[in-house]
């Protein structure tokens, strides 16, 4: 499995790029954009074509975009999990009922391990030294003895991947090894060919 994070500033470009990394294979896009209202997320996705909405993971505005949208399902980020408290159980069983997938991310492996509510995967960053943020140095996760489906992120490119699923990694996150790269949807399908060329 690969996901893609969306740039957290939308370029004109981005949609256009969105819609052909789509029909190259891409099934789970994490719709991210921390600054934008919720006007704006609605008039992202009513850019959309409606048959890809079904692989959206939205970050924010989970219950307005899952109701008016077809969406794939939900994502809580470190700081909304951990916010939810107690009642972070039902939160994600709401969604699970209404058949939306749910993930969350995490930057510690121990609190990945010890978390006792299920989720249908986990991020764990940075797995080696981001290409979108350059201060963020790689930690070189070993997740081969966590039972979970966790997603590697942090300096994921076509070349970083097959070291990562060495790692233990179930699945592998892009940010800026797709969208920094002078060919966006040609990066993207080199690291799904190291991807499924890689075995598990």
């Known amino acids: ?16 790029i969105l819609h052909k990394l789509f029909e190259a294979g891409l099934t789970h896009f994490h719709f991210r954009k921390p600054a934008a209202s919720l006007e704006t997320h609605i008039a992202y996705l009513d850019q959309v074509d409606p048959r890809y909405h079904n692989h959206i993971m939205t970050h924010n505005f989970h219950t307005e975009l899952c109701e008016q949208f077809d969406l794939k399902g939900i994502h809580l980020e470190e700081a ?30 121990e609190d990945l391990e010890a978390q006792s509510v299920v989720f249908d995967y986990t991020i764990l960053s940075p797995v080696f030294a981001a290409i979108s943020k350059s201060e963020m140095q790689g930690r070189g ?21 097959p070291e990562a699923l060495r790692l233990g990694f179930k699945g592998v996150g892009a940010l800026g090894g797709v969208w920094n790269a002078e060919k966006p949807v040609e990066a993207f399908m080199e690291m799904k060919d190291a991807f499924e060329q890689e075995p598990l």
């Open 1 to 16: 499995m690969i996901l893609l994070i969306s740039p957290e500033e939308t370029s004109v470009s981005e949609i256009p």
């Open 80 to 109: 909304k999990w951990r916010g939810q408290g107690g009642n972070l159980q039902k939160y994600v069983s709401s969604f699970a009922k209404a058949e939306k997938a749910v993930s969350s991310s995490y930057h510690e492996p």
């Open 141 to 161: 996760f070993d997740v081969r003895h966590i039972n979970k489906f966790v997603v590697g992120m942090g300096g994921i490119n076509a070349k970083t991947t």
